[in-house]
C-alpha cells in the first residue's frame, strides 16, 4: 500500500509554483537583451543622411507659418 499524500502538501506545491513562476519570469525579463528597432538588417539609415528631429521640427514648423499666412491672406482680401 501507498502512502497517502498529506492533504497539506498539495497547496504547499502550488503556492510555491505560482511565488516561483514570476520570479523566473523576472529574471528572465532581465537577462535578456531588448530588440533595438535599428538593429534590423537594412532598414537603418545612417546619421549623417537623415535630417535631425530639430530640423523636421523646424521645417513643419515653416510650413505650418506658410499656411497661416495664406489663411491670413485669404480672409484679408475676403
Given at each position: ?52 528631429v530639430d ?19 485669404n480672409l484679408?482680401?475676403?
Amino acid at each position: 500500500r501507498e502512502a497517502p499524500i498529506p492533504k497539506m502538501l498539495a497547496p504547499c506545491l502550488l503556492r510555491r509554483v505560482v511565488l516561483t513562476f514570476p520570479l523566473v519570469f523576472m529574471v528572465a525579463l532581465l537577462l535578456t537583451e531588448p530588440v533595438r528597432s535599428d538593429q534590423e538588417a537594412g532598414t537603418a539609415i545612417p546619421a549623417e543622411s537623415r535630417p535631425c528631429v530639430d530640423c523636421h521640427a523646424f521645417e513643419f514648423m515653416q510650413r505650418a507659418l506658410q499656411d497661416l499666412k495664406k489663411t491670413a491672406y485669404n480672409l484679408d482680401t475676403r
